[in-house]
């Protein structure tokens, strides 16, 4: 088995983009298309439920995105663990755009140049021995991209800042939820494709630990960049985020400029390039918090700098005498329930649900709502409620969705999993697993077609994770 050095180095070398971008270039006029119906089908419907009035009345008018095709670089091709073939790669669209949006009691907002770029994985498989030979096609961003929009007339519109940050934060929203890491948005290449085999479990659990600070909210001589503190000796505290994952914060230490933590926080990790961002700040109870500083890694050069990093903290873009000191530990996912009774409150595993396609639902094409309903003790998720539309089979509709638990001490083995197929808010069958089933699977994987009722199945798969620490 590869050690955790020699997994972090694998790459099968850097690729010419070349022959991506004139591929790009040939079928831009298609993706403008394509993407413009992809925009209006995606956003409007999260306008409406994420923005506050009037700004939820926005619908597009217009969508040209213009002539300037996305540019792709550093492209990275090498096999994953799945043995699918993955593709790491850099997009940057820097274009001009005919955005037109409008709605109630707000002026038509325009844009008209959208900046994005990011760090995109690609995942090809799984790989077959028939005709395309590849199953499906998987893309994600590794972390959240940048996104930068310019507006038409922006002088003239009340609030702009606040209309764009309200955008901008939506438009993010929508494209973490899709395609941002472990996310993914697929499309199947093979109309038979089982997506139990082709989904790319996450890969483990990052133990951060925030050790201390040095020099924080020191003045540099002769330097004004960083804005003097309201307090002599700041009061610090470390948000982390690892990707998308949720923001963890320590404690706050008062009255140091060398402030020690020893605090620790699990995160999942999806993909070793996932970053790892640390935000220094100044608890202000009076005013709002002072930043401090900022600084990032990722999760693989981490653990190739051994384990323990000094980052050195930036504010607003200008070095500074600030430094910050995390470690952290990986632990790979594995087959193994041994660590589901380790002690402590970290992350000792995880449980993956699975949902695919349900087949044989009986109804009038025209009203069925069906989806899917995940519980787990107080836990509960539900894929996205499909309706008749062309190119959908609704009477057997394909969902494609996971769902994951974190596990700690205590909670394995733990309730059953329930699983229910609805019809809008009405239940139409239901089925209960117990874990203990999933782990006497071999694997540690259930993978079955469950009877719903009425004639109606679902495939649907279990995977239970323990942790184990990587070499």
Request: glycine share 8%.
């Amino acid at each position: 088995m590869s050690s955790i050095v020699e997994v972090l180095t694998a790459s099968g070398g850097p690729e010419s983009p070349g022959f991506l971008n004139d591929l790009v270039k040939q079928l831009w006029p298609n993706i403008r298309v394509a993407g413009a119906s992809m925009i209006k089908g995606i956003a409007e419907p999260m306008f409406a439920t994420m923005l506050p009035s009037p700004l939820n009345s926005l619908v597009f008018e217009k969508i040209d995105l213009g002539t300037v095709p996305i540019y792709i670089s550093r492209v990275d091709v090498h096999k994953a663990e799945n043995e699918a073939i993955k593709l790491d790669l850099d997009i940057n669209w820097d274009g001009d755009c005919d955005i037109e949006l409008n709605g109630s009691m707000i002026p038509k907002i325009g844009v008209e140049h959208v900046k994005l770029r990011g760090r995109l994985s690609v995942l090809l498989g799984p790989l077959t021995n028939v005709i395309p030979l590849i199953g499906a096609a998987q893309v994600a961003f590794i972390n959240p991209p940048y996104l930068k929009l310019s507006f038409t007339d922006a002088a003239h519109i009340a609030n702009l800042s606040v209309i764009d940050s309200c955008i901008r934060k939506v438009v993010i929203s929508i494209i973490s939820a899709m395609a941002v890491l472990p996310n993914r948005f697929l499309v199947n290449l093979d109309a038979n494709n089982d997506f139990l085999k082709t989904y790319q479990h996450q890969l483990g659990v990052l133990r951060l630990t925030v050790e201390s600070g040095s020099e924080l909210g020191e003045e540099k001589e002769g330097k004004s960049f960083l804005k003097k503190l309201t307090h002599d000796v700041p009061d610090c505290y470390v948000k982390v985020k690892v990707s998308a994952e949720a923001e963890w914060k320590t404690s706050t230490v008062k009255n140091s400029r060398h402030p020690e933590w020893n605090e620790t926080c699990d995160f999942l990790v999806s993909d070793y390039d996932q970053s790892i961002e640390v935000d220094v700040n100044d608890d202000d109870t009076a005013r709002s918090d002072d930043d401090i500083g900022n600084a990032a890694t990722t999760v693989k050069d981490l653990l190739l700098n051994g384990g323990r990093h000094e980052l050195k903290l930036a504010h607003k873009g200008e070095p500074t005498d600030g430094t910050l000191t995390i470690s952290g530990q990986f632990f790979k996912f594995a087959p193994d329930a041994s660590s589901f009774s380790s002690e402590g409150t970290g992350i000792v595993g995880l449980l993956t649900i699975l949902v695919s396609s349900a087949f044989g639902i009986k109804g009038n094409r025209d009203e069925l709502k069906p989806s899917v309903k995940i519980t787990w003790g107080e836990q509960t998720f539900r894929t996205a409620i499909k309706s008749d539309a062309p190119g959908t089979d609704i009477e057997n509709p394909s969902f494609n969705q996971a769902f994951r638990i974190p596990l700690k001490t205590g909670m394995v083995p733990g309730p059953p999993v329930r699983i229910a197929l609805l019809d809008g808010k009405v239940e139409r069958g239901f089925v209960e697993v117990a874990l203990e089933d999933v782990l006497s699977s071999e694997g540690l994987a259930l993978e079955k077609f469950f009877d719903m009722g009425d004639g109606a199945t679902l495939r649907a798969g279990i995977w239970a994770r323990g942790t184990v620490p990587a070499q």
